[in-house]
C-alpha cells in the first residue's frame, strides 16, 4: 500500500512558530491537517489552546481514516506529539511510543499547559482533560523516556508501572530478540509514535526541550525497523522538530528517515 504523508502542524502552546513550522521544513507531506482556534490561553482543563486540541484530534481522525479508505498507510508529520491522539482514535488498538519523554504529566498549574506533556497522561485517561481516554494502558509499550528524574523531583506519578516500559539506557543497548519480545502488547493492530527528541541533542539539537543521553540516527533507524518487523502496524506519526532553531539544517535529515519508515510501512 502506499503511504500518504499528512502534515499536522500543531503546536501545543497555541503559537505557529517553532514546531508548527517543522512539517513544512520537512517537506513530506501532501496533505495538510488544519490548525482551528489555536490561543495559547488556558481552558477549563487546564491546557492550552483546548478547542483546538479538540478540533485537531477530531481532523487527523478523519485524514487517518481516510487514508485507510483510500488504501494508503498513513504517516502523521507534526507539531508535538498530540497528533498521535487522532490516529489513537481512529485505530482503538495498541500503541508502540517512542519519545525521550513519558508525556503523562497532568496540567499542573505551574508547569507549561501544553499538551505535549501530557498527551499520553489523556490517552489513558490519567487526569480529566478536554479528550477522553481512547487507548488501555495494557496495549501500550513505551520506549526510550529519560526524564524520569524530573519527574520524580516533582512528586508526580509515572506512568512506568502502568505500561509496558523501557528507558532510553535500555533502548540504546537492548538487542534485536529483547526488542522484539517487548512489543507483544501491542496486539494485531497497532501505532508507531517517534518523538524525535529521543535522539541525543547531539544528534537533533533542534528541538525545544534538551536532555543529557539520548539516541543516535543510526541506533533510532535500527530500532524502528525491528519494531516494523512486527506485523500489523497501521500508520506512524514522527513530530518535534524546530527548524528555527537550526534554519531548517536537520529537515532533510528527518525527511530521509521518514522516507524510509515509509518505504517499510509501504
Known amino acids: 500500500m502506499p503511504v500518504r504523508f499528512i502534515d499536522v502542524p500543531f503546536k501545543s502552546d497555541g503559537t505557529v512558530g517553532g514546531v508548527a513550522l517543522g512539517p513544512a521544513a520537512i517537506g513530506l507531506g501532501t496533505v495538510t491537517v488544519p490548525i482551528r482556534g489555536a490561543t495559547p490561553d488556558r481552558g477549563e482543563y487546564g491546557i492550552r489552546s ?22 494508503n498507510v498513513p504517516v ?47 490517552a489513558l485517561g490519567l487526569f480529566d482533560a478536554p479528550i477522553p481516554p481512547m ?3 495494557d496495549r501500550v509499550v513505551v520506549l526510550g523516556p529519560r526524564d524520569a528524574e524530573e519527574i520524580d523531583a ?17 533502548l540504546a543497548s537492548a538487542s534485536d530478540d529483547e526488542l522484539a519480545a517487548v512489543l507483544e502488547p501491542a496486539g494485531e493492530e497497532w501505532w508507531l509514535h517517534i518523538d524525535l527528541d529521543v ?20 541506533r533510532l533507524e535500527h530500532v524502528v525497523g525491528v519494531i516494523l518487523d512486527r506485523p500489523g502496524c497501521r500508520g506512524a506519526s514522527i513530530v518535534i522538530y524546530n527548524p528555527q532553531l537550526d ?9 530521509q528517515f521518514g522516507r524510509a519508515l515509509g518505504t517499510v510501512l509501504a
Open 199 to 218: 535522539l541525543s541533542s547531539e544528534a537533533l539539537p533542534a528541538v525545544d526541550y534538551q536532555q543529557p543521553g539520548g539516541l543516535d540516527w543510526n
Open 76 to 122: 502523521l508529520i507534526g507539531g508535538d506529539c498530540p497528533v498521535v491522539l487522532g490516529a489513537l482514535r481512529a485505530l482503538g488498538g495498541g500503541l508502540v511510543f517512542i519519545d525521550g519523554h513519558e508525556d503523562g504529566w497532568p496540567p499542573l498549574e505551574d508547569q507549561s499547559g501544553e499538551a505535549a506533556d501530557s498527551e499520553l497522561g489523556m
Open 50 to 71: 483546548e478547542a483546538a486540541l479538540v478540533a485537531m484530534v477530531a481532523d487527523v481522525e478523519a485524514a487517518v481514516r481516510e487514508a485507510w479508505a483510500a488504501n
Open 135 to 137: 487507548i488501555r494502558a
Open 154 to 170: 516533582r512528586g508526580v506519578h509515572r506512568i512506568d508501572d502502568l505500561v509496558v516500559f523501557r528507558d532510553s539506557a535500555w
Open 247 to 255: 534554519d531548517g539544517a536537520a529537515a532533510p535529515r528527518i525527511a
